[in-house]
């Protein structure tokens, strides 16, 4: 059996934040805002998987609310939504992420990116795919008023 999930998330770009993308810290002039570090790929990824298991969303197991998670790392967060689908019974079959950002270029670090995301995962980095596109300087992300980010997933059942 094979569950389908994806996931969207959008932060906006500010002064004075680290930027933190798929679980690694990247030089720029601007970070994300965020309750958390504001890892927007891991965001999406994690509502992508928990869509997967129609188990609500990133805001449902992790309230920005919550002051556990005030500048928590995302990782942290990614390997708790693993948890949930070792629990369910399923394994990552594959995911895919792609980033949506006028600025920095992302491709010096797609596969440290991959491989972190892996090791969170407790998956291999072939099972991991991450991209990223600008949008033309149209667009919020074009005018670097923030970063988006969506991401697709597949689960599979373990002994189905
Ligand atoms: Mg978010």
New binding site residues.
Partial sequence: MIRIGQGY???QLVEDRDLWICGIKIPHTHGLS???D???AI??LC?AILGALALGD??KHFP?TDPRYKGID?KILLSHVMKLVNDKGYRLGNCDITICAEAPKFRPYIDRMRETLADVMGVSADQVSVKATTTEKLGFTGRREGIASMAVCLLTKCNP
Avoid: E, F, K, R
Wanted: proline letters at 0%; zero cysteines.
């Fill in positions: 998330d959008v932060h965020g309750h958390s504001a890892d927007v965001h999406a509502d990133i805001g920005d995302s």
